[in-house]
């Protein structure tokens, strides 16, 4: 483990191989394995287990209960909400090993996972995307999207801020908080 400044809750558990940004805690019963790399300031909560590979971010924010397995990576500012998980095998079977077939899954910078949402391997979160409490994402996400369901689907868009966003016939629309202005283009959301 590298020496930076951080907390950790006596009954953590971070292996020898993790690595710990500065200013990052770690609270009650959390496992943080061996190549695992977390940003600064990270928050990770009670119960957490942060699998070998894993790299978080700065300022990722893990709530109670969530496992975050190897394949996995996020971005700066990311939201996991409590008891979410990834999954990073497409066909587990206990009796069959498949280690090597480990599916990856980005979350981009900013995005937010709800309150037990799966997310299951192979598929990337984009960019300030936010996805709903119990979804279950099977495909890909794009950056900005609101995603909610079993299997997910998108029902709108979400700001920076974390706003639905309402679109007018041009395309644009505001963020009703931040007065950030956005613009749905082919498919598409981007800040104008």
């Known amino acids: 483990m590298e020496a930076a400044e951080f907390f950790a809750h006596p009954t953590a558990v971070i ?12 609270w009650h019963f959390t496992h943080v394995m061996p190549g695992a790399v977390l940003g600064e300031g990270c928050n990770l909560g009670q119960n957490v287990v942060v699998s070998p590979g894993v790299r978080l971010g700065r300022n990722v924010k893990v709530q109670n209960n969530v496992s975050i397995y190897t394949g996995v990576t996020c971005d700066d500012d990311v939201f996991l909400g409590p008891s979410c998980v990834f999954t990073n095998v497409t066909n587990p079977r206990s ?15 900013g995005a937010s996972i709800g309150a037990n949402a799966t997310i299951v391997c192979g598929h990337d979160i984009g960019a300030f995307a936010f996805i709903g409490a119990g979804a279950v994402v099977t495909k890909n996400v794009p950056a900005y ?6 299997p997910s689907r998108q029902i709108g868009w979400m700001s920076e801020f974390g706003h639905r966003l309402e679109f007018d016939n041009q395309g644009r629309a505001t963020c009703p908080e931040s007065g950030e202005h956005y613009v749905l283009s082919d498919g598409y959301v981007h800040k104008s």
């Open 15 to 26: 292996d020898a191989g993790a690595v710990i940004g500065s200013g990052s805690k770690i």
């Open 145 to 150: 999207a609101l995603v909610v369901g079993n």
């Open 95 to 109: 009796a069959v090993n498949r280690r090597d077939q480990y599916a990856t899954t980005h979350v981009g910078r």
